[in-house]
């Protein structure tokens, strides 16, 4: 009595050793989870890692071009330059402009690419920089990407009150400016300054007194500009003006376009 039977040994023993069995596979199974959980996590970090090392140097350069704008456009502002020499040094500066380190800065291959065409016209794309060290958060200037299909323009258009700058992106545009010479309410009179073709890299400027109607069309498959645009140079308000620029010839090469409206310039030339 009080000892434990050959069954009850028996019983004792197979349980002790199904434990110790299920034990093991327990401990398989958590080692294995542990070292997949393990190798992800640290691909996810070496992952991350890269891109933050990668943003590290591309950052700085877009930013610093970026900062480089919003300065030139408070020189404008701020009345310490003129339009005619912001013009020039815009020019200059977007002529500087690495569009590999752009595109990054701005997502290129995200949002940009993944927004749809428009049926007509061009498509803003509104967006925010990344935050960066040393880059101003309340920008000059407004800026946008357009987006077109082959075909799809930039509708022709003058400008009040404003400067704005166009980089080309991706793609290949016939670009055409205009001087703006006189308004009346119907009619504008303009005369052609630009004609030509604009591939990646190269840009275009505008200002009240000088090339300040353009229009550009869409001749690749796509094409993406870079905009920015300076509101409120003097008082009053700031916006487009849509123009016909096929309208009569008159003296001296100039052009007496019709004042439209935003829906019959897309329907035109959309």
Known sequence: MGLISTAEKNSITVVTLDRIHLMSQFNRRDFAKSTVESLVTYSLLSTLFQQELFSAEIKPVAAQWIKNIHELGQDLKGKKISQIQWKERCEKLFAQADLKDLMKFVDFGGRISSTPFREKGERPIRFKFPE?????????????????????????????????????????????????????????????????????????????VKDNVHWFKTESDEGYIFNIHITGLNSGSSGRVYVDPNGEKISGGRILARRIGAAEATNLYG
């Open 132 to 208: 960066v060290e040393g880059l101003p958060t309340n920008l000059i200037f407004g800026h946008q990407i357009f987006k077109l299909k082959k075909g799809q323009s930039v509708i022709p258009h003058g400008h009040n009150n404003m400067a704005t700058a166009f980089l080309i992106m991706k793609g290949e545009f016939r670009g055409k400016h205009y001087d703006r010479l006189e308004d009346s309410d119907t009619h504008m009179i303009i005369k052609p300054t630009i004609d030509t073709k604009f591939k990646p890299g190269e840009c275009s400027t505008v200002t009240q």
